[in-house]
Structures are given as C-alpha cells and as structure tokens.
C-alpha cells in the first residue's frame, strides 16, 4: 500500500515539475508585450512606408519606426496631446508647443517607438527634412469600449 501511494506522489511530482513551467511560459508568452515595425524607405525622392497601416489591441503593442532611407525624417501626429495621454514609454518623441507630438530626426537606422495604452485612431506624417509632409500612416488600437465600425475597412481609409 506504502510503495503504491510512494510511487502515486513521485509520478504527480514529476508531472508537475514538467508541466507547470510549460504552461506558465505560454501564459507568459501570450501576455507579453510583441512589436510591430514600420520601416521609413526613401528612393529618388520617393517615400516609402511599409507597414503604414497598423491595427494592435491597447496594452499589448510597441510601434517602432525606424529609418532605412538615406535622408533625415520626423514622424508627426498632429493630435498630440491626445497621443502623450495614450501612449507610454515614448522614445524620440515630444509635444511641441504647436501641439504636436513629434519625433527627432532619425537618420538611417535611427528609430522611435510609442507604447499605445488606450484606444482609438491615430494618424501620422513622415516629414523630411524640409518639413514637407511626405507620406501618411495610421495606427488603429481596438480596446475594450472601442467602438467598431460596420466595415473593418473604413479604419484605414485616409479622410
């Protein structure tokens, strides 16, 4: 009877030594923060976004901009304030006294990032280094009491 319930404890300790930190890595796994990239592209005068469109849940996602052209660009939202109060751990960006919120130049490999912690739509410019508005992007973040509207599709059309 003794080596049976021996034998029971050493196979359910065994099995919970091997499981336990499986599951825990994929609970970890799933709730971590991911990344998304938008590479900045220029040739011949031509601007190029790659990923200009991005849809991600609030609390989940880090959007990273990174320059692989060879001319200096800016990323300009023109809402803000609105953006600092729904974003975290911003790299590279301030909020101008125009209300702005904007990015320093980033030169080739250069980069900026915003952590989106609340939802709604925001759009973006990459300005060169003119200060000419270049290309439009957009990042769509659904939350909780986001409202979605009847097509998934109006979220990325420009007005």
Same mark, same amino acid.
Request: hydrophobic share 40%; proline share 2%.
């Given at each position: ?11 359910? /300790? #065994? ?6 930190p499986y599951f825990v890595s994929i609970y970890n796994y799933k709730n971590q923060s991911k990344q998304k990239l938008v590479k900045i592209l220029n040739k011949d005068n031509e601007f190029i976004l790659e990923n200009d469109r991005? !849809? *991600?849940?609030? =609390? ?5 901009? *990174? @320059? ?5 660009? +800016?990323?300009?939202? @023109? =809402?803000? %304030? ?5 974003? =975290?751990?911003? %790299? ?9 919120? #904007?990015? $320093? ?10 952590? /989106? $912690? ?7 410019? *990459? ?6 508005? +270049? !290309?439009?992007? +957009?990042?769509?973040?659904?939350? +909780? ?5 009847? $097509?998934? =599709? ?6």
């Open positions: 009877m003794y080596k049976k319930l021996f034998w029971l404890v050493i196979i359910v /300790f #065994i099995i919970y030594e091997t499981l336990v991005i !849809k *991600i849940w609030e =609390n989940t996602t880090t959007i990273i901009w *990174i @320059n692989w052209g060879k001319f200096p660009v +800016r990323i300009k939202f @023109n =809402n803000g %304030q609105k953006l600092q109060d729904c974003t =975290n751990v911003p %790299q590279g960006f301030i909020l101008n006294e125009k209300g702005e919120y #904007i990015s $320093s130049y980033l030169r080739y490999g250069g980069t900026a990032s915003l952590f /989106f $912690s609340e939802h709604g739509i925001f759009d973006y410019m *990459i300005i060169d280094s003119t200060g000419k508005e +270049r !290309k439009k992007g +957009r990042v769509v973040v659904e939350g +909780r009491s986001f409202e979605k509207k009847a $097509s998934e =599709n109006h979220y990325f059309k420009f007005e």
